[in-house]
């Protein structure tokens, strides 16, 4: 399952956790508060989860989205400036054997 995780955390403690957090559960860091991931939907469930745990657990004027994106309107995504390798995160680059 293809998403994106995007946050603006306050908190240089949080956002230092969460990111940590993301990186461990496999996503891949895009843009300093944006990750983008392809797991399974167990995996996207936890990670959604564990984040709104984390935002309940501390006032705050944060926010945390997880958001769903199919894999057609990923590579329709226009990526203006530093390129992104989604390739590496979707693993769908081909590999031939000879």
């Known amino acids: 399952m293809l998403f994106f995780v995007m946050y603006d955390i306050e908190s240089n403690k949080v ?13 891949y860091r895009i843009q300093k508060s944006i990750f983008l991931a392809d797991l399974s939907i167990d995996r996207y ?3 959604k989860t564990d984040l709104a745990e984390i935002q309940s657990l501390y006032d705050n004027h944060d926010s945390i989205i997880v958001c769903p994106v199919s894999s057609d309107l990923l590579r329709s995504m226009k990526i203006i400036g530093q390129n992104i390798n989604l ?3 979707t693993h769908s680059k081909n590999t031939l054997f000879f």
């Open 15 to 27: 956002r230092y956790n969460v990111v940590k957090y993301l990186d461990r559960m496999g996503c």
């Open 87 to 89: 390739d590496i995160i």
């Open 45 to 47: 469930e936890k990670i």
